[in-house]
């Protein structure tokens, strides 16, 4: 995966009804570190990493490149939205095209803050890049992503096995079609 090759990175943070989506700062490593570790998170992401390597391996002030955006709430940090262009792993519908991903910890779930946070950063991509088309990959079987893929307007593009599970693909556009 590649950032989205912004020179003018971070952009002034986003604000919505609870959140705000910003750049990741020093004090967020200890959530960082909790996400990629947690084993709920990671159910349908190939499981946690060893929290000791994390530990390890994270910078000071982890994901600083462009189209990576903490989600604050509260004052902390409760989730990660990223967005990053796909080299499409030998599909060619997904290569070069940005990629919608996001984490959250377990106990921000189910208040809706997923979907206010990648609204706002897929209307923010949709002012920077306007028209662009943006992906979304998520296991089949995970029905929480997959309901939030169809209320974010994203729509099957195709189904593969990779990581041992049927892996979903959709696609978001704003393009206007002609006449």
Not at 23 to 47: K, M, N, Q, W
Not at 84 to 112: E, V
Not at 137 to 154: D, E, I, P, V
Request: aromatic letters at 10%; glycine letters at 10%; hydrophobic letters at 40%.
């Amino acid at each position: 995966m590649e950032d989205l090759g912004l020179a003018d990175w971070p952009p002034e943070p986003i604000g919505t009804g609870r959140l705000v989506l910003r750049a990741s700062e020093a004090r967020d490593r200890p959530t960082f570190i909790e996400l990629l570790a947690s084993p709920e998170v990671h159910t349908y992401l190939g499981g946690p990493r060893p929290r000791d390597e994390l530990e390890r391996k994270t910078p000071e002030v982890p994901e600083q490149w462009p189209g990576s955006f903490v989600v604050e709430l509260d004052g902390a940090m409760t989730g990660l939205i990223l967005l990053r262009r796909t080299p499409g792993d030998g599909r060619p519908a997904a290569a070069g095209k940005a990629d919608l991903g996001y984490l959250f910890l377990p106990r921000a779930w189910g208040f809706g803050y997923a979907a206010e946070a990648c609204a706002a950063a897929l209307d923010w991509f949709d002012g920077v890049f306007p028209g662009e088309p943006v992906l979304l990959t998520t296991q089949s079987a995970n029905a929480r992503s997959m309901r939030l893929a169809a209320k974010l307007g994203f729509t099957e593009v195709e189904r593969f096995e990779a990581w041992d599970a049927e892996q979903w693909l959709g696609m978001r556009s704003t393009a206007v079609l002609p006449g």
